[in-house]
């Protein structure tokens, strides 16, 4: 039976549950469930804290897991990406208090808390900075104001924590996140682990298309099919009026207006986009 790690808090938590149900798995009965046994798939699923999830799977107790590549980098276990997943994205970085041009060679001998040790000590030790490094859980934001450290390393997304706190951040980005499906690095990818990736990998897809409809004068067709060239070659259907034709193709979801606008200013009529909820490409 496979042997799936899932973050069971935090935030990649939801996001996780959802995409795994979408693929056709089974979910949580209680949010304190710590396993969940889908026999019908053949899989047992552990809640883990996400910064233990690749501990775990490192040390091949666990088959796959599901985790973000900052904590995978920072826990210095090895694992590897079998799958990204698009969500989850962030920006690990340093920042300091703001009314200050910030430098990285500033933090030279400075106080720093992170809760990613590794990830600061391996970014400073190749910039060959010395600074005092202080391990935190979380809020790290505070820390500077409550007088513990002089600047931070931590996951930044909207940067809103980073305002509320009138912190900065400075250098380059230290490590650009997302959440990602691992297995045990070196470790043979078993049919099993394919079947879980595939179908988590349907999921991704399909949330970056849409599958667009439209009907097209026949004399506007050959314009339109290369707006919608859809992934191999569009479906053209014939309608009940012999001067029109059906088109059905998936578009980039990111592009999706934009397509819309050109094939309504070309002359399509009923242009309409549906989600397409998983897939196999
Ligand atoms: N605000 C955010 N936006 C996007 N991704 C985020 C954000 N905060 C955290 N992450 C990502 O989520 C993962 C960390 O999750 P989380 O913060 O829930 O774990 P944790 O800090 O170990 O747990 P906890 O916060 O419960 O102590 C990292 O991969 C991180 O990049
Ligand atoms: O840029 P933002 O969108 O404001 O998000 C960044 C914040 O989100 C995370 O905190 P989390 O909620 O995981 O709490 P924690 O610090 O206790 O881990 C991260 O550690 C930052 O504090
Ligand atoms: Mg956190």
Redesign the pocket.
């Known amino acids: 039976m496979l042997r799936v790690a899932v973050p069971n808090k935090?935030?990649l938590a939801e996001k996780s549950a959802e995409m795994l149900a979408e693929a056709g798995y089974r979910g949580r009965h209680e949010s304190r469930d710590l396993t969940v046994l889908d026999v019908a798939n053949d899989v047992e699923f552990f809640f883990l804290r996400p910064k233990d999830i690749a501990i775990y799977v490192g040390s091949g107790q666990l088959d796959l897991g599901i985790t973000g590549l900052d904590l995978a980098r920072d826990s210095g276990a090895g694992v590897e990406p079998t799958l990204e997943l698009g969500f989850g994205g962030?920006n690990f970085r340093y920042a300091g208090p703001a009314g200050r041009d910030w430098k990285v060679e500033d933090l030279q001998g400075m106080r720093l808390a992170t809760?990613y040790p590794r990830l600061v000590v391996d970014d400073l030790s190749k910039r060959g900075i010395e600074a005092d490094v202080i391990r935190l859980?979380?809020?790290?934001?505070i820390s500077v104001q409550l007088g513990v450290a002089d600047v931070i390393a931590?996951?930044?997304?909207?940067?809103?924590?980073?305002r509320?706190h009138n912190l900065v951040a400075f250098g380059d980005v230290i490590c650009k996140s997302e959440a990602i499906l691992v297995q045990r690095e070196g470790s043979e990818l078993t049919p099993a682990k394919a079947q879980l990736t595939a179908r988590l990998r349907g999921v991704v897809l399909a949330q970056q298309y849409l599958m667009l409809d439209y009907d097209c004068p026949k004399a506007l067709l050959d314009q339109a099919l290369k707006t919608t060239p859809g992934l191999e070659s569009p479906t053209v259907a014939p309608l009940a009026d012999e001067n029109w034709a059906a088109v059905r193709a998936m578009v980039s979801r990111k592009e999706a207006n934009n397509i819309m606008d050109e094939l309504s200013a070309l002359g399509a009529k009923a242009i309409l986009a549906s989600d397409i909820r998983s897939c196999r490409l």
């Not at 931590?154 to 980073?162: A, P, Y």
């Open positions: 935090g935030a962030s809760a859980d979380g809020a790290v934001e931590d996951v930044v997304g909207s940067g809103r924590t980073l509320q």
